[in-house]
């Protein structure tokens, strides 16, 4: 298993690179400066950046499935490369462009269905914990199943809708070319984050047992 994570986390580490490399080109094509107050994007470069944000996440899924066996172990896979891959694509801008200077810098998170928007330490703490998870689901036993049950999906579900819809909200308020974001909604976003911690633990809870 050590040598899986390494691999894993090597493709991440790799990927992020990628990541970032076409964050510096967009830069380039859409105009160099701060990222708020937000420019469109051309219509056409959109389209190719949201069918690349919908390729990486089945990049993620498939590396996940044909790492490991089991449920729970691949989900456990999945998370460790999604939380590896934001991490260090941050870390890659950095390196490249100076860029987020603190944890506190705004970022555009995703495009799916909207634009996401919201500070970087929201993301690494996101990232936090989905390390936390994948280190109980890649340890447990090949037969554990990703199995949350009702409870799990419903916070798992609901947490994801709260933070998701957090971003989008973000966005919601400071539109194109109008205003930079300024205070973060934290009150929703950590109510979010509470409920995926508890559908982490009602899904570890429930494989062990199904493991026996």
Same mark, same amino acid.
């Given at each position: ?18 990541? %970032? ?22 219509? %056409? ?61 705004w970022d555009v998170l995703f495009l799916i269905p909207l634009p996401w928007v919201g500070p970087v330490w929201s993301v690494l703490l996101l ?12 340890r447990a036993p090949e037969e554990a199943r990703f199995s949350p049950g009702t409870w799990g999906w419903a916070s798992g579900i609901g947490g994801? %809708? ?35 911690? %508890? ?14």
């Amino acid at each position: 298993m050590r040598g899986k994570v390494a691999c894993l986390v090597a493709f991440a580490v790799s990927m992020a690179f990628v990541e %970032a490399a076409v964050v510096v080109y967009l830069r380039e094509i859409v105009g160099e400066g701060p990222i708020f107050p937000m420019k469109e994007i051309p219509p %056409a470069l959109l389209a190719v950046e949201v069918g690349r944000e919908a390729a990486t996440i089945v990049m993620l899924v498939s590396v996940a499935i044909l790492s490991v066996r089991g449920g729970l172990r691949r989900m456990g896979a999945f998370l460790l490369t999604f939380a590896v891959w934001d991490i260090f694509y941050y870390l890659w801008l950095f390196v490249t462009i100076g860029w987020p200077a603190g944890i506190g810098d705004w970022d555009v998170l995703f495009l799916i269905p909207l634009p996401w928007v919201g500070p970087v330490w929201s993301v690494l703490l996101l990232c936090a914990g989905m390390i936390v998870f994948s280190s109980l689901f890649l340890r447990a036993p090949e037969e554990a199943r990703f199995s949350p049950g009702t409870w799990g999906w419903a916070s798992g579900i609901g947490g994801m %809708a709260v933070i998701v819809a957090t971003y989008i909200l973000e966005w919601r308020k400071i539109g194109y070319g109008a205003q930079i974001p300024t205070d973060f909604s934290a009150l929703p976003f950590f109510l979010g984050v509470a409920l995926l911690f %508890a559908s982490g633990y009602i899904t570890f809870r429930n494989a062990l047992a199904s493991a026996g």
